[in-house]
């Protein structure tokens, strides 16, 4: 099976968790095993590496090519992340990566259907179980294919779109990925079509609410910083806006200190905070990697320490 991963912000991920050679270590969208078998080369001295996919295809791949490393595969989401680590009697660990969005293996085999620009079933499974892209456009109703477009992806010809596919599918269910990326194309006015392809929003937003991304992330963070020791790391790669402010908010809540109304004399709420940032701003990738890689362009990096 091909499954080229080319890991990103590499050398930051690494610097950022603070490897130690004993640690354990949990990759929870271990993919392509790209920044876990970077990570497992470093554990040299009885430390381990716990990889988790939702996609039973990067479990295999990253199994195989961690079989030689102190390293586990284990094939579930990461928003379950306490219950893989209870069942290797793992209590916590020393760093958490999340690698979110999706893979670029899963974009490249077209049968997959997260493309809109080869033809395929359209599918949008990460864990290739549940809920498909196809239950969502041939099912759900116009406000609730319009709420998606505009709150995931963003779209501002929500409406038009979501309209479009409504009539679409009156005449005949929508199957392909193609056919859902026409029925988009010629909802969006004829201007807008020039500048970008008009079906990126739309086939993100759709994926998202698939594979209810921003659920198992919220759940994940909570989950991995819960798993982390005192002084352990979370660093979390983000792909556009919406995933990003969502960890940035999370993480500002967790530095959170005393939540007292400020005219109060003293603090009466007795809250601390449980981490604190290890860099203020995200981290982005550098010339040379922007150069060398197309999907590092978007990428952010943000990296949080727990008290």
Known sequence: MEFEHIPVLLTEVLDGLNIRPDGIYVDGTVGGAGHSSRIAERLTQGGMLIGLDRDPDAVAVAAQRLSELPAKVVHCNYSEMRSALDSLGIGSVDGVLLDLGVSSHQLDEAERGFSYHQDAPLDMRMSQQGLSARDIVNTWDQSAITKILWEYGEEKFAPR???AIVRARENAEIRTTLELADIIRDAVPQKFRRDKNPCKK???????AVNDEFGHLRTG???????????????????????????KQQFAQWCAGCTCPPDFPQCVCGKKPRGKLVTR??????????????????????LIERS
């Open 221 to 247: 963070l909570e989950a991995a910083f819960d798993a982390l020791k005192p002084g352990g790391r979370l660093a979390v790669i983000t792909f556009h806006s919406l995933e990003d402010r969502i960890v």
């Open 281 to 302: 701003k995200p981290i982005v990738a550098a010339a040379e990697e922007l150069a060398e890689n197309r999907r590092s362009h978007s990428a952010k990096l943000r």
């Open 161 to 163: 779109i979501a309209s």
């Open 202 to 208: 739309s086939f993100q937003a759709i994926r998202i």
